[in-house]
């Protein structure tokens, strides 16, 4: 059998990207990037919640220099906040369970 080769063309290089070629690594990272800039799901959900802290994440690995740390300053600070909370709750709770 004989492969076809459009099957695995995007169908951004047909409306938007027309000219460019898809067989080019960084043509299909801007047509992938162009998708998730377009995508308009709902961010209150769960699901869109943690797909935006996975496109966080995708970002941050790619970031390099300043937005590297500015990301991991991001990190560290939402990690100190839930410790918080967590500490907070467990208080209360050993201190609801012992009076």
Not at 9 to 15: E, I, S, Y
């Given at each position: 059998m004989a492969e076809n080769p459009g099957a695995?063309?995007?169908?951004?290089?047909?409306?938007?990207l027309v000219g460019l070629d898809p067989q080019d690594p960084?043509?299909?990272?801007?047509?992938e990037h162009?998708?998730?800039?377009q995508r308009c799901d709902p961010n209150f959900?769960?699901?869109g919640s943690l797909r935006g802290v996975a496109d966080f994440a995708e970002g941050s690995t790619r970031a390099g220099g300043l937005r590297?740390?500015?990301?991991?300053?991001?990190i560290c600070l939402i990690?100190?906040?839930?410790?918080?909370s967590a500490w907070d709750i467990l208080g209360d709770l050993f201190a609801w369970?012992?009076?």
């Open positions: 695995e063309r995007h169908p951004r290089f047909d409306d938007d960084e043509a299909r990272e801007f047509a162009l998708d998730r800039m959900t769960v699901e590297w740390w500015v990301a991991l300053l991001i990690l100190v906040g839930v410790l918080f369970l012992a009076g």
